[in-house]
């Protein structure tokens, strides 16, 4: 969300709110007036047409007295705030509310037309220029034997309409202001709890575009916009962190690499130059050969770990005898073993214990697991490995009772290229990347491996394979 975004946002905001004021000052204003034209003219209608029907009409049917009308009509001129009059037909003017009785002057409303009203009940103006101001004038003929013998005319004052309207129009105004206000409010809590908290995962986003994967951010909110938020700042760091990987990936391979090319580079260079004689190129040859050897293996490690980091790896599984192969690739350790004065031990559940894995991977995780642990074991020494069933798996354990891996040390064992103090001085020719490797192996068979160790006493590797009941053997 771009700040020109947010600043439309508020423009558009303020617009709305101008364009309520202008709606309610023109629209609301007239629908609101022309409401209460009707309604008033209605009521004063039904108040002239009860008049007509009754006292005019008794008036005119010699029924009762001219004074008793007029009392009537000042009482009504007073409950309604309007002036009420009496005329004939042809505009002389019978009685007034607002003016005292007088036979001997005669009133006449020049002009006086009946039809004015333009088949409605009432008019709005100055009633043929009687009044100053403007008047909501209502009609009721006076009828008697079916005959119109004058009118009842109300007449009632624009102003108390229009006073009436701007009352109702201050209070439209005033809800829209408190509609405006409750608006900001939610405007501000919306800026709070979605803008600027969006503005932040905009930045953070834009930073790891450009590189800066260690670029920190944080957001205190629980709702899904924290959990965007934490998603990508975790994505950031485990992004950081492989590239992290890659360097020290790519400084490990270059330090291993270069370390056996300059040997054989300088030991070459010495029998060319005549620095080494002759009679000891057998010697020199043989040590550029273990260089070389330890170059392939390298080599080849790495397209291993390559291998199987392949996304939609295919593992050739079958069904074989867990326990045969762990006695033959113990077998193959013999004259090493021999060398070191260290005994393995097998403590094997069975004769024969089958398992569905691929029988090549799991040999190459054997020969790790138990060349580290001839590795790092002490002379006269004793290595055990051991197979037991549980829960429709095989476990199997490759213990030793050597140096150990310090505490610190044992989240990083599995890294690629990783060796520690310790490991480096027992062995010069390690890849450092067996355990990786190893693991690797174990997950794509969609196991687990663990390692106990302590230090001074000792180390314990376990991996388990899916056991399979219904195997005829290799």
Not at 46 to 74: F, G, H
Not at 366 to 374: E, G, M, P, R
Request: hydrophobic share 40%; charged share 20%.
């Amino acid at each position: 969300m771009r700040k020109t975004l947010y600043l439309k946002f508020l423009l558009a905001y303020f617009i709305f709110g101008v364009f309520g004021f202008i709606v309610v000052a023109t629209f609301v204003n007239s629908m609101t007036m022309e409401h209460l034209k009707y309604e008033k003219a209605d009521a004063l209608y039904r108040e002239a047409t009860l008049i007509a029907n009754t006292y005019a009409s008794d008036l005119y049917n010699n029924e009762t007295s001219l004074d008793t009308v007029k009392k009537q009509l000042d009482a009504l001129d007073t409950y309604l705030s309007a002036n009420l009059w009496i005329i004939n037909p042809s505009g002389r003017m019978i009685l007034d509310s607002h003016s005292p009785v007088n036979v001997e002057s005669e009133t006449v409303i020049e002009g006086f037309d009946p039809t004015v009203t333009e088949k409605s009940y009432y008019t709005i103006g100055y009633f043929f220029d009687s009044f100053t101001q403007e008047q909501l004038s209502v009609f009721a003929p006076i009828t008697s034997d079916y005959k119109v013998r004058g009118y009842v005319v109300i007449h009632y004052p624009m102003s108390n309409i229009i006073s009436s309207c701007n009352s109702l129009l201050n209070i439209s105004y005033l809800m829209l202001i408190i509609l405006f206000l409750l608006s900001m409010i939610i405007l501000i809590f919306f800026t709070e709890m979605v803008y600027l908290p969006l503005r932040k995962i905009t930045e953070a986003t834009e930073q790891y575009a450009a590189g800066n994967m260690h670029y920190e951010f944080q957001i205190d909110s629980e709702d899904e916009i924290g959990y965007l938020a934490a998603s990508l700042s975790y994505m950031a760091s485990e992004i950081a962190r492989s590239e992290d990987d890659q360097k020290k990936f790519v400084a490990n391979v270059s330090h291993d690499f270069r370390s056996p090319l300059t040997s054989i580079k300088g030991y070459l260079e010495a029998m060319l130059d005549g620095t080494i004689p002759s009679e000891l190129y057998e010697k020199y040859l043989n040590i550029v050969l273990n260089e070389t050897e330890r170059l392939t293996k390298l080599t080849n490690s790495l397209l291993t770990l390559n291998n199987l980091n392949t996304k939609g790896i295919m593992l050739d599984k079958s069904t074989f005898d867990i326990n045969k192969v762990i006695r033959n690739t113990a077998a193959s350790f013999e004259g090493t073993c021999k060398n070191k004065t260290i005994a393995i031990e097998l403590i094997l559940t069975g004769d024969e214990l089958f398992v569905n894995a691929d029988i090549g991977k799991i040999q190459q995780v054997l020969y790790n697991l138990l060349d580290n642990a001839i590795k790092f074991s002490n002379p006269d020494s004793i290595i055990k490995i051991e197979t037991t069933e549980k829960h429709n798996k095989v476990f199997v354990s490759v213990k030793d009772k050597g140096i150990g891996i310090p505490k610190d040390n044992l989240k990083l064992i599995w890294d690629r290229f990783y060796k520690s103090d310790l490991s480096r001085g027992k062995d010069k020719k390690g890849t450092g990347l067996g355990l990786s490797i190893t693991k690797e192996i174990i997950h794509a068979h969609g196991e687990h491996i663990n390692v106990i160790s302590t230090e001074g006493i000792g180390s314990e590797f376990i991996f388990s394979l899916p056991i399979e009941d219904d195997g005829d053997g290799d």
